[in-house]
Every structure is written in structure tokens, then in C-alpha cells.
């Protein structure tokens, strides 16, 4: 696939996760991506966000909780999660908000494949 997350699992309630989402495109490559948790009885909503300059956004409910950072020498953005809660549970998939390149580089609105996170009481 062109963005593979991956990194999910199942942990206890407090515990944490570090996703990856490998973005196969060239490295010179920038964008702006997104992290999107979805469970089945609710639409997608984005958690966390982050723009070419590295400036990061996050929903109220994960805000304090999760960082994220893009690793452009790597082409990965990564998302680390702490302090872990039941409501964190979902499929996380890594999205291509808005490419800023030209040349070989991902469509905007490109998704992944997802990776499951599971956060027991």
C-alpha cells in the first residue's frame, strides 16, 4: 500500500502505543497528514493533525495525551499515545490531508490500511 500503518495492539487502561504510518512516495515528498480512529457505530473524526511546518493539532480528548511528529528523513509520521483510555479503542488509519509537492508524491485524501488499538479496563 502507499501509507501502512502499524504498531496497534491491546493494552490495559493507562498503558501507551507508539503508530507508524510508512508513506511510500518520494522523500522529498511534504504533506499534511491526519490520524482518524474509527469504530464501527461512529463516523470517522480525525484526533491529531499536522501540517509541512510541524505544527500538530489534537482533538480535546486525546490533547495532553498523544503527540505526533513527522519524520521526513524516514517518511513516517508517527503518533505516541499514553496514558491510554477504553474510549481510545478504534481502527487508526493515517490520511494524506493535502500534498505540498510536486513530482512523485501521494494524492490528497489518500488513506491507509489501518491499525487496531484496543484499550481494556
Known amino acids: 500500500g502507499l501509507l501502512v500503518e502499524s504498531g496497534g495492539g491491546s493494552v490495559q487502561a493507562g498503558g501507551s502505543l507508539r503508530l507508524s504510518c510508512v508513506r511510500s512516495?518520494?522523500?522529498?515528498?511534504?504533506?499534511?497528514m491526519s490520524w482518524y480512529p474509527h469504530v464501527p457505530w461512529k463516523a470517522r473524526e480525525f484526533v491529531a493533525r499536522?501540517?509541512?511546518?510541524?505544527?500538530?493539532t489534537f482533538t480535546d480528548s486525546v490533547k495532553d495525551r498523544f503527540t505526533l511528529f513527522q519524520n521526513n528523513s524516514a517518511n513516517t509520521l508517527l503518533l505516541r499515545m499514553s496514558s491510554l483510555k477504553p474510549e481510545d479503542t478504534g481502527m487508526y488509519y493515517c490520511?494524506?490531508?493535502?500534498?505540498?509537492?510536486?513530482?512523485?508524491?501521494?494524492?490528497?485524501?489518500?488513506w491507509g490500511q489501518g491499525t487496531q488499538v484496543t484499550v481494556s479496563s
Open positions: 490520511k494524506i490531508d493535502k500534498s505540498h509537492t510536486d513530482g512523485w508524491c501521494l494524492p490528497n485524501d489518500s
Open positions: 512516495s518520494e522523500i522529498t515528498c511534504r504533506y499534511d
Open positions: 499536522i501540517d509541512v511546518f510541524g505544527y500538530a
